[in-house]
């Protein structure tokens, strides 16, 4: 809805993708109709879900996606990111997401899978090389069955936090706290992502992506102390995954930290991307190491780390306490043109969105519509964006935060089930409305 505080959007291109995006064990429920995932026995272990919940039931999605296919319909996007369960397939029931696919197609949504989304089955291990080649497996398993009907493809979503708060940190699954000895889980990561390019190709696939978390790391001072650990924040969160995917190489350093044979394996990790997708929610300010406890977003950080994070002052902040920095968007997306040049493929949004509660939400709106301004800035020097994904279409089981982070269009009663559209809701109809 244009109003004077959200005067019309700029128009985007013609065929650009307007999506929302959710993941499986976020939002499907149905746990016991498919094997566990570590992230229901790390749910299990008392303390470690903020409020004690389990994504046993969220919102029901595997029994209710008649309703969301409908709201999305409404909703009036052209695509609809969602993740497949790998171990709902590995148990047989692989017959749900060909009921979802086939209800988006039949609606004229876009079906856009993302293979992994950290619900790993449990009893594998991506600290083990094999889990890469369980994953090539397991997408060639998928492709076969859904590739008639999904052209656009997802591999992994955001190894950088699955590696740094799965197995550094051990505040999500499966609850490890290796720090630096936690690489081998990204580089397994990447290979899996290299080996399922592969396999979805063989089946067919032609538009195939990754969706990875970025954002601008900003130094605290111009002090060299402040500048050295911004640069080496900025390694660990965006190059540590962007430059094997898309230079072929690790940065300085890195390669050598890693399992097996790198060179090889780098070979299998740069296959050419069709797309790379960027999930984006804020910058991160960084300086030289400080003395006391230190965290990130809430989450405790080890003494030691030769950084520490800083808060970015005088801006708005979530309730998840993130900084809300439209203009970080286009700064990322316009340094990854530079940085990257032609080796980096066209690029989606594949995420972006804030935590609020309530339902007439008018901060999630005006977050939006700054990032979506954000966003056209970076079209309008010269990055080529395709598309963009609002995180998320329902509130759902927001990892360690269990239920009460409500990033949402849409409203979750999680005792009744029922869904209802918030205010952005409606203000993301009208953009989408006004873009056609
Ligand atoms: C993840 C989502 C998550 C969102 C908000 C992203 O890092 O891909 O699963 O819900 O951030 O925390």
Not at 17 to 30: D, K, P, Y
Not at 338 to 365: A, H
Request: charged share 20%; proline share 7%; hydrophobic share 40%.
């Amino acid at each position: 809805m244009a109003t004077d505080a959200h005067p019309p959007l700029p128009r985007f291109p013609a065929g650009f993708l307007w999506g929302v995006s959710t993941s499986a064990h976020q939002i499907e429920g149905a746990a016991d109709e498919r094997g566990p995932s570590v992230w229901d026995a790390f749910a299990a272990e008392p303390g470690r879900i903020k409020d004690g919940s389990t994504a046993a039931v969220a919102c029901d999605h595997c029994h209710r996606h008649r309703e969301d296919v409908a709201l999305l319909a409404d909703l009036g996007v052209s695509a609809y990111r969602f993740s497949v369960s790998w171990p709902r397939v590995l148990s047989g029931g692989i017959g749900f997401y060909d009921r979802l696919v086939d209800d988006l197609c039949a609606a004229g949504v876009r079906p856009v899978p993302t293979l992994f989304h950290w619900d790993l089955p449990l009893g594998l291990d991506w600290l083990e090389r094999d889990t890469a080649e369980r994953f090539a497996a397991y997408a060639a398993t998928v492709a076969g069955r859904l590739g008639d009907r999904v052209q656009k493809w997802i591999t992994l979503n955001e190894p950088a936090e699955h590696t740094l708060l799965g197995h550094a940190l051990g505040v999500h699954a499966p609850g490890r706290r290796l720090l630096f000895d936690a690489l081998p889980a990204a580089h397994h990561q990447l290979l899996a992502h290299g080996l399922a390019v592969r396999a979805l190709r063989a089946s067919g696939a032609t538009d195939i992506g990754i969706a990875n978390s970025h954002g601008p790391t900003w130094p605290a001072s111009g002090e060299k102390e402040d500048v050295e650990a911004a640069e080496f924040y900025d390694v660990l969160l965006n190059r540590l995954f962007a430059d094997p995917l898309l230079l072929g190489r690790y940065p300085d350093g890195v390669g050598e930290l890693m399992p097996g044979d790198v060179a090889a394996d780098l070979e299998v990790i740069a296959e050419p991307l069709d797309w790379y997708g960027v999930n984006y929610y804020a910058p991160a300010r960084v300086g030289a190491p400080q003395a006391g406890p230190a965290e990130s977003g809430g989450v405790p950080l080890p003494a030691g780390l030769p950084f520490s994070l800083r808060e970015i002052e005088g801006r708005p902040v979530t309730d998840f306490g993130w900084p809300v920095v439209p203009e970080g968007l286009t700064e990322l997306l316009t340094g990854f043109r530079d940085r990257y040049g032609d080796r980096l493929p066209p690029v989606v949004v594949t995420e972006n969105g804030c935590s609020y509660p309530g339902v007439d939400d008018q901060e999630r709106i005006a977050y939006l519509d700054g990032h979506l301004r954000a966003l056209h800035r970076a079209l309008e020097a010269g990055v080529d964006v395709r598309g963009y994904f609002v995180w998320s279409l329902l509130d759902n089981f927001e990892w360690a935060e269990g239920y009460a982070r409500r990033f949402g269009l849409v409203h979750v009663d999680f005792a009744t089930l029922e869904r209802t559209p918030k205010a952005s809701y409606g203000w993301f109809r009208e953009v989408l409305r006004a873009q056609r």
